[in-house]
Structures are given as C-alpha cells and as structure tokens.
C-alpha cells in the first residue's frame, strides 16, 4: 500500500505539471539556501520553482504524458513550473546559471515539445514578448503608410499634372 504522503505529493506534481505552459528541469547541487531563494525571488510569481523526489516526478511526468521527463529525472533537481511568458522564464534562469555556474540546465517541455538545455539557451536568446510585439506593431503601421501613400500618389500626381498645364496655357 502507498504511503498517502507520497500519493498526495505525486497528485501536486501532476497538478502544477498540468498547469504549466513550459517545464525546465534544473540540477541546484552545491547552490545555497539562500541562492535558491534568490532565484525563486528572480523567477517571479508566474513561475514555482520546487525541489522534488525524482520517483515521485517520474510518476507524475508519466501520468500526464510527459516521458521526455523522465530521462532528466536524476540527480538533485528542481523544477521550474511556468505559468506565464517562457521566454522571460528561460531568461532568468539562463542568466542565474550564468552567475552561478552550479545551476546546471538540464532540459524542459514547453507546448508539448521536449526542450533540450541548448533549446532552453537559445528560447532565453529571444526578445521579450513586448519587444515583439511592438516591433510587429511598427511593422504593420509602417505597411498601413506604404499603402496610404500608394493610394494617395496618383491622385497627388494628376493635381500636380493639371496645375502643371494651367500654368503652361496662363503663360502661352
């Protein structure tokens, strides 16, 4: 028979597994209490950042269909639960495993695909969603111009032709 403490963890595992958008696991041997609690400070109120038991992780990866999981699943690992923006997930703790060399990166899953740590470097390499949304924004108004002036052009143009002509019989 199960012991109800570890059946309880598992169903909070599969919860926030089910919650998340993206899932990154970590290695945090040799970091401080205090660095981990930096880190969880960085990472913000979208994302929960939690030690858990291998086994218990590898069930819960199991039963909500995450067996990509279960191979990273080894060693002393925290599991980053996003639920917000990815990218600025993947930022900040790209940017920490920098500072603190011994934050290693192992791997994730975001939208169903497996991320490997190269995926989760180069998904921290983006710009911010806002950053991409203005530039999109900029492109789209700068097109509405090109279009406005392609609209207004011949119109300007005739204007330009009759007056050209006016002046031309004025003088003859």
Known sequence: MANPK???AV???VER???ANAVVLTEYRG???QQMKDLRTRLGSDVKYAVVKNTLAKIAAKE???DSLVGNLSGPTAIAYVKGDPVAAAKTLSTFAKENPLLVLKGGVMD???LSADDIKKLASLESREVLLAKSA???KALMYQAAYMFTAPASKAVR???ALREKQEAA
């Open 6 to 8: 570890k059946i309880a």
């Open 112 to 114: 169903g695909n497996e």
């Open 138 to 140: 900029g492109v789209l």
């Open 17 to 19: 597994f089910r919650e």
């Open 11 to 13: 169903e909070g595992i």
């Open 64 to 66: 909500v269909g995450l």
């Open 31 to 33: 970091l401080t209490v």
């Open 161 to 163: 032709t009759v007056d």
